[in-house]
C-alpha cells in the first residue's frame, strides 16, 4: 500500500474509481479536453490536493483535501474532505481509514487547526469510520444547495 498525490496520468482511472462514488448523480461523463482543463485548475490551486491510494498497482482509494486559509482562531486555516471514495474490489480491508489518517496527517501538518467533510446521510459504514477517526457528527449542522 502506498499513499501519494494524484498525478494527472492518472486521471483516467481516478475517473473510472469515481463510478464507485455512492453519490455520483448519473451525470454526463467528462471530456478528455474537460478532465484536462479541471487538472490544470487543480495544478493552480495550492490548497486542492487530490490523494491516491494504490493498492495491487491500481489506485484503490482517493480524496480530496482543500485547505482555506481563515483569519479565525489566530489565522489558522481549515481543511475540508471530500470525494472519500473505495474501488469496491478494495473495500473492507482499511485503505479508506489509511488514507484518511495520512490526509488528516497531512492538514495537521499544513496548520490545520480543523477538518471538516460531509458523508451522505446512509452511509452508514462511513460514518462509522469517520467517528472512530474523532470526526464528531454534532459538532456543526452541514446545509447544502445545489444550482437550480
Not at 495550492?46 to 480524496?63: N, S
Not at 480530496?64 to 483569519?71: A, D, M, V, W
Request: aromatic fraction near 10%; proline fraction near 5%.
Amino acid at each position: 500500500m502506498r499513499i501519494r498525490p494524484v498525478l494527472e496520468t492518472d486521471l483516467d482511472e481516478l475517473f473510472t474509481l469515481y463510478a464507485h462514488y455512492t453519490a455520483s448523480e448519473n451525470r454526463p461523463p467528462l471530456s478528455e479536453a474537460r478532465m484536462a482543463e479541471i487538472w490544470r485548475e487543480v495544478e493552480r490551486n495550492p490548497g486542492v490536493e487530490y490523494f491516491a491510494l494504490e493498492q495491487e498497482g491500481r489506485i484503490a482509494a482517493t480524496c480530496i483535501l482543500s485547505i482555506t486559509p481563515s483569519f479565525i482562531r489566530g489565522g489558522s486555516g481549515y481543511g475540508v474532505i471530500e470525494h472519500v471514495v473505495t474501488h469496491a474490489d478494495f473495500r473492507r480491508r482499511g485503505f479508506a481509514k489509511a488514507l484518511m489518517e495520512f490526509t488528516l496527517e497531512h492538514a495537521w501538518n499544513q496548520g490545520c487547526t480543523e477538518v471538516m467533510l460531509l458523508s451522505g446521510r446512509d452511509l452508514a459504514p462511513a460514518h462509522k469510520l469517520y467517528e472512530g477517526l474523532g470526526f464528531d457528527k454534532h459538532q456543526r449542522t452541514g446545509f447544502i444547495i445545489f444550482k437550480p
